[in-house]
Antibody, heavy 119, light 108 residues
Framework: QITLKESGPTLVKPTQTLTLTCTFSGFSLSTSGVGVGWIRQPPGKALEWLALIYWDDDKRYSPSLKSRLTITKDTSKNQVVLTMTNMDPVDTATYYC???????????WGQGTLVTVSS | EIVLTQSPGTLSLSPGERATLSCRAS???????LAWYQQKPGQAPRLLIYGASSRATGIPDRFSGSGSGTDFTLTISRLEPEDFAVYYC?????????FGQGTKVEIK
């Protein structure tokens, strides 16, 4: 059974850097074809794909946020870390991580963590 | 970046009725790498359909997906009470993935 859980601060100040950790079980990021993705959802709004990292350390980023995002993995700890710099109130959202299957789909997802950006 | 446009924004139907949701892409989606997700209030999204028409594990057969190129459809043949939710399409055929803005299926 694959499970993922996001962790990190619930409140950050404008201009600060957000660091989120996705801790997972039930799969290994050393398995060919597998990855972990990050997605966010502002309150009452649509899903937005942010980034993903594959087993071979191939990384992809949303073009609109690429300059602010960094995704890394620690295979030994079963963790993926997403950092987002220069946080703004519009970045207030629930942040999800999800398993990327060999078929390329986001399945399953973590429960999500709400991050509020406010001074 | 491929833009996905979902219609309608809201679909008001009664249990037992058929729901047809549309997802249109701004350019062709490679190899039909198009997925559909269901999201209920306070929950994470759940994968329903991948590869445009393949049901994910455990998804009832009243859910079906079709389409190719730039036009895709999710059909729920007979709505059950638990199907009232928001549905998102997502493309994963390019190096930059994108989601549609969602269609809410509400009880009429």
């Amino acid at each position: 059974q694959i499970t993922l859980k996001e962790s990190g601060p619930t409140l950050v100040k404008p201009t600060q850097t957000l660091t989120l950790t996705c801790t997972f079980s039930g799969f290994s990021l050393s398995t060919s074809g597998v990855g972990v993705g990050w997605i966010r959802q502002p309150p009452g709004k649509a899903l937005e794909w942010l980034a993903l990292i594959y087993w071979d350390d191939d990384k992809r980023y949303s073009p609109s946020l690429k300059s602010r995002l960094t995704i890394t993995k620690d295979t030994s700890k079963n963790q993926v870390v997403l950092t987002m710099t220069n946080m703004d109130p519009v970045d207030t959202a629930t942040y999800y991580c999800a398993h990327v299957s060999a078929a390329g789909t986001l399945d399953p997802w973590g429960q999500g963590t709400l991050v509020t950006v406010s001074s | 970046e491929i833009v996905l446009t979902q219609s309608p924004g809201t679909l008001s139907l009664s249990p037992g009725e058929r729901a047809t949701l549309s997802c249109r892409a701004s350019q062709s989606v490679s190899s039909s790498y198009l997925a559909w997700y269901q999201q209920k209030p306070g929950q994470a999204p759940r994968l329903l359909i991948y590869g445009a028409s393949s049901r994910a594990t455990g998804i009832p057969d009243r859910f079906s997906g079709s389409g190719s190129g730039t036009d895709f459809t999710l059909t729920i043949s007979r709505l059950e009470p638990e199907d009232f939710a928001v549905y998102y399409c997502q493309q994963y055929g390019s190096s930059s993935w994108t989601f549609g803005q969602g269609t809410k299926v509400e009880i009429k």
